[in-house]
């Protein structure tokens, strides 16, 4: 059982930078795939980025590319999500989430766990 707890929204101007943190209790961290997830008032939860088990693989949606950046910490069961040249369309309640092997998957159902999310608003 994986609990995780996101950390690191907050306030920032558009072109600006933020680092979230989702750090993870359970005791086996390295056996999942992790990922972001974003969603918006009045839209969809939406896929953001993933990373694989030893964080080799990364994918993201085609709207943060070349702007954030996923990567993970097994030694301190934390992944993170760094988010630069942030745009106004970015302001969404951050979520991470987590999966148990496999492959890296961009569907929210697949995912085992999910923290309780954390506000990203980035004004203009």
């Known amino acids: 059982q994986e609990r995780l707890v996101e950390s690191g929204g907050g306030l920032v101007q558009a072109g600006g930078s933020l680092r979230l943190s989702c750090v993870a209790s359970?005791?086996?961290?390295?056996?999942?795939?992790m990922g972001w997830f974003r969603q918006a008032p009045g839209k969809e939860r939406e896929f953001v980025a993933a990373i694989s088990l030893s964080g080799a693989n990364t994918r993201y949606t085609d709207s943060v590319k070349g702007r954030f950046t996923i990567s993970r910490d097994n030694a301190k069961n934390t992944a993170y999500l760094q988010m630069s040249s942030l745009k106004p369309e970015d302001t969404a309640v951050y979520f991470c989430?987590?999966?148990?092997?496999?492959?890296?998957?961009?569907?929210?159902?697949?995912?085992?766990?999910w923290g309780q999310g954390t506000q990203v608003t980035v004004s203009s």
């Open positions: 989430a987590a999966k148990y092997g496999g492959i890296l998957s961009q569907v929210s159902d697949r995912y085992d766990y």
């Open positions: 359970g005791r086996t961290f390295s056996s999942y795939n």
